[in-house]
């Protein structure tokens, strides 16, 4: 392997990586793609696979309406100056020739989630009732052979797509003969599918990723970046590009140093794979990269159960999705207060966690707690727990509110007084503080067997009472190396680095701090990843 030359070797082996590996090579480049994890797939492989992509062409088979002009004023009307008009028309302009050619190219299978809205109804360009949300069709493990065991897993790898669960606007339930079935053909959802359909695109073209190689250091040549050392089998090998190499490595999220340094407001408990320590950020550093965006993440709330663990020991968190947008629930601060719309998207949802006191010089809603009763206890699902079963050590448990704020240590009297004023607005039928249930994305993750304002708003009233502590975290870190719209890495001074290029959650994100809907990493993700592929070949996008 030691001197190994390819046309273009990527750093990274998940969503964008891959995409950009099989673009390179279908304009007949020569590609090596390295992975530093015993698995492939990264993040994506963990996630729910969504893809958000504007003007695909599922919506304009299913004769849903969209536009340049609609998705330029969504994101605009949404970014607080941190979005490079640049890099978003290139996502914009690129996003649904990257999706066909990803099922073009791979067995990945795209289809609408329906009912899926865009996050933020009220703005111009934003679309209701789904269309740029993606769901991906089952993919059958069998056919990765060998390679069916070097993919990350997630918790668990359900035979499903995202939209016949909960999570998707389904049910859950799937006939006990269709399940045995696909049980017995390994067909994974989500972004198991995903990565799968990606990993067997990059196979079926002779492509096969180099795991347990860690890239260490650039290697340039003048101002240009013509290869990488990368760390194979314990001994330092240098890997000589002659057209390009791509930096797919993911965020930063798992560094605390650099989190430290460069993100705004607390976040401890990150939802992705330990994996992503920056190690792309420093490499680029190290050559002259300008930074954008290193103040932001994708936000989301979690829990983080004592149980549940990576394989290397780290605490393992999930995004809280439903739990916070049923009937019977609240989330309060330590003082006992409300301080949001608990069913708003995750992202935004952020800002009201982070939110710094400076009389108390600290973060007033943090921590926090989900609060509900035993109407909701019996009949839904928090986090592993099922209803009707043992109250697990992490959820408190009282037969009274009262007893409950003694336990969570809030002054007697605070929770009572914001569970019977949250009581009173469900009697109303209106969410006076913070707008709970004005919006169809509000309904999206709440009981569907309630109509209207009722599959969010229950009162909180039959004993016993429980709260379980919410943590701030991310599904990963949007800001990197400032790129160009092929994906080229700019210098401190503003000039492209020659054969350098970054992509992913890598890169200072094209759509700033801006999360647009369901699927808005994975969107940019992957455009970026065949742009940069392209450009490697000598093609524009």
């Excluded at 009307?77 to 050619?101: K, R, T, V």
């Excluded at 959820?395 to 003694?406: A, N, P, S, W």
Aim: charged share 20%; with cysteine; aromatic share 8%.
């Amino acid at each position: 392997m030691e001197g190994a030359e390819f046309d273009v070797i990527i750093l990274g082996c998940g969503a964008s990586g891959m995409i950009a590996a099989i673009a390179a090579h279908e304009k007949g480049l020569k590609v090596g793609i390295f992975e530093k994890e015993s698995v492939v797939g990264g993040t994506a492989a963990i996630s729910g696979g969504i893809i958000w992509a504007p003007m695909n062409t599922h919506m304009k088979d299913a004769d849903i309406y969209d536009s340049k002009e609609n998705a330029l004023n969504y994101f605009m009307s949404l970014s607080q100056g941190d979005i490079d008009p640049e890099l978003l028309n290139a996502f914009i302009e690129n996003c649904s020739e990257a999706i066909s050619f990803l099922e073009e190219t791979t067995p990945a299978s795209l289809s609408i989630l329906s009912g899926y809205p865009d996050y933020y109804l009220d703005r111009p360009g934003s679309i209701s009732g789904g269309g740029r949300a993606l769901d991906n069709a089952l993919f059958s493990f069998l056919e990765l052979g060998d390679w069916k065991t070097k993919v990350r897993s997630n918790e668990p790898s359900l035979a499903m797509t995202l939209s016949e669960t909960p999570l998707g606007g389904g049910t859950g339930l799937i006939d006990q003969e269709v399940m045995i079935k696909r049980q017995e053909s390994e067909s994974r959802g989500m972004g198991q599918a995903l990565i799968g359909a990606l990993l067997k695109g990059c196979l079926d073209r002779g492509i096969e990723p180099f795991i347990e190689a860690k890239a260490l250091k650039l290697i340039i040549d003048g101002d240009s970046v013509i290869g990488a050392d990368i760390e194979i089998n314990k001994e330092v090998q240098k890997i000589k590009a002659s057209r390009g190499v791509i930096i797919a490595t993911g965020g930063f999220e798992w560094n605390e140093g650099l989190v430290s340094a460069f993100l705004r407001g607390p976040m401890t408990h990150p939802a992705s794979p330990p994996s992503n320590t920056g190690d792309g950020l420093i490499m680029a550093q190290e050559v002259g990269a300008s930074l954008d965006n290193m103040t932001s993440a994708w936000w989301t709330p979690v829990l983080a159960l004592p149980e549940s663990s990576w394989e290397d020991g780290n605490q393992r968190s999930s995004p809280v999705l439903m739990e916070r947008t049923l009937p019977h629930s609240i989330i309060i601060n330590d003082e006992g207060n409300r301080f949001c719309n608990e069913a708003t998207n995750y992202s935004a949802l952020a800002g009201a966690f982070q939110s710094f006191d400076p009389k108390s010089y600290s973060y007033s809603n943090l921590p926090a707690w989900i609060i509900f009763d035993s109407s909701y206890r019996s009949n839904y699902i928090v986090g592993n727990s099922l209803p009707g079963t043992k109250t697990p050590d992490w959820m408190l448990e009282d037969d009274t509110l009262e007893g409950l704020e003694e336990k969570i240590g809030i002054e007697k009297g605070n929770l009572s007084n914001t569970v019977n004023n949250f009581n009173i607005y469900v009697e109303g039928g209106e969410d006076l503080d913070f707008s709970r249930g004005n919006s169809e994305y509000d309904y999206f993750y709440g009981d569907r067997s309630l109509e209207g304002i009722s599959s969010t708003l229950g009162k909180i009233e039959v004993g016993p009472f429980y709260a379980v502590e919410l943590k701030m975290g991310c599904l990963g870190t949007n800001g990197g190396p400032k790129t160009n719209k092929y994906g080229q890495v700019l210098s401190v001074r503003g000039d492209e680095i020659p054969g350098l290029y970054a992509v992913g959650n890598a890169m200072a994100g094209a759509t700033g701090s801006v999360y647009a809907g369901a699927g808005g990493t994975l969107g940019p993700a992957l455009t970026f990843g065949y742009i940069a592929g392209m450009h490697c070949a000598g093609i524009n996008k």
